[in-house]
């Protein structure tokens, strides 16, 4: 008589646990592979083989003033053309955003000076370097990529203006495709507002030895970290 014997329930589930890690370690390898194999093929050493992505913080500002419509026209001019335009909006008391890089308007204007380091270029000078809107900045040189950096939303919050408002409204007319800050509320206010549509958030530690207590909860709808 024949007489067939069953396998061991146990003996059944640890095969089974080989052979799915056996599957995911011959899958790893392959991914490695291809990955190996691609980046071999491209002049980038990068993780995928792709183009750094570059980024121009408030124009060409090492050259021209930061931020203004010169050092953004000359980036244009010379980078790669998906270069991303980097703008640190700041708000007007009456609302409206500009790209400016700091909250102190005498830092970085001619409000109080023209040419307060000597070793700046003589293009410092220029007085057609005029301050722009977010909108200005966009629609003049139609970026590949817009980055757009908010620092002082509490301060702006105490004085009863609203960085995310002015977002949100902004964002109907302008593509926003990045947008960073150092401000963690920041983020929660507006971070269900945008929609799977929206921008990607990238949280700044302004100091390298900056604690974040709330990395768990910021990686929830974050996608990356910018030091």
């Known amino acids: ?29 392959f991914l490695s592979t291809q990955l190996l194999a691609q980046r071999s093929k491209s002049p ?99 970026p590949a990529g817009f980055w757009l950096n908010v620092q002082h939303d509490a301060f702006y919050a105490q004085h009863n203006l609203s960085m995310s408002g002015f977002l949100l409204s902004v964002s109907k007319t302008v593509t926003i495709d990045y947008l960073s800050s150092s401000e963690l509320k920041f983020f929660r206010d507006i971070g269900s507002r945008f929609g799977k549509t929206g921008p990607k958030f990238v949280f700044r530690f302004l100091e390298k030895d900056d604690v974040e207590v709330f990395l768990v909860e910021f990686k929830t709808f974050a996608s990356g970290v910018l030091g």
């Open 1 to 29: 008589m024949i007489t067939c014997m069953q396998d061991n329930p146990s003996m059944f589930r640890l095969r089974a646990s080989k052979f799915l890690l056996l599957s995911v370690l011959i899958l790893s390898q």
């Open 44 to 142: 980038w050493q990068t993780l995928t083989g792709e183009a750094p992505l570059v980024i121009a913080r408030g124009g060409f500002s090492g050259l021209f003033p930061d931020s203004s419509v010169t050092a953004y026209s000359f980036v244009s001019a010379t980078s790669v053309p998906d270069a991303v335009l980097w703008c640190d909006v700041q708000l007007t008391k009456d609302g409206v955003g500009i790209c400016f890089p700091d909250v102190t308007m005498s830092k970085d204007s001619n409000i109080e000076l023209i040419r307060g380091i000597l070793s700046r270029s003589p293009a410092f000078n220029d007085n057609r370097n005029v301050i722009s809107t977010v909108e200005n900045i966009a629609t003049q040189f139609k």
